[in-house]
């Protein structure tokens, strides 16, 4: 994992400018432009990987979460599974789940499937690239995992020393922009 809390907070610490770009939902904007809901794991950017499409990233992340755990049975559930919602549920109920081995594998996950969304959706990538070197941001009050467990309207969601969560999505998308960067 390149990016981290703690690497943040060495950065604040310097005093080095740094830039946020919040999110949190996945509704695209009303008018079709893209904006930061497509940082969201639930935005619909469905991606193709060796012959399966995957309607959203959440839809990846848990289909790959049952792969890992050999559940074949929930895999296909999940796939074919209708909505993110759906899809993180039957998450949930992966058999011979192992969360030591899950938080050895989940961010790699996430970073592979950011790759294949931005990769294979040039307006998405196009927008995350000109993201530059912002601290990309998951504001949601209720992920301590994934996003930072504040809103961006907290006092604390610029200060990641005070941040409730670890923000892994933030920082998988961070990094899938600089691998991405460095294909053009």
Request: glycine residues 8%.
């Amino acid at each position: 994992m390149k990016y981290s809390t703690s690497w943040l907070i060495d950065i604040c610490g310097r005093e080095e400018s740094v830039k946020y770009i919040f999110f949190w939902g996945h509704q695209p904007s009303r008018d079709g432009s893209i904006n930061s809901s497509c940082f969201s794991q639930w935005f619909n950017a469905p991606v193709l990987v060796d012959g399966i499409i995957y309607p959203t990233s959440e839809h990846w992340m848990m289909a790959q979460k049952a792969l890992l755990f050999k559940d074949e049975n929930t895999f296909h559930k999940i796939i074919s599974s209708k909505s993110p919602g759906e899809a993180k549920e039957l998450g949930r109920q992966v058999d011979n789940f192992n969360l030591a081995i899950w938080e050895q594998k989940r961010y790699q996950i996430v970073l592979e499937g950011s790759l294949h969304k931005f990769g294979q959706h040039s307006r998405l990538r196009e927008f995350l690239l000109n993201t530059k070197q912002r601290i990309l941001v998951e504001a949601s009050p209720v992920d301590t995992i994934w996003g930072i467990g504040l809103t961006a309207e907290s006092h604390g969601a610029r200060y990641p020393e005070l941040w409730a969560g670890k923000n892994l999505l933030g920082f998988a998308l961070m990094e899938a922009r600089d691998i991405l960067s460095q294909e053009l």
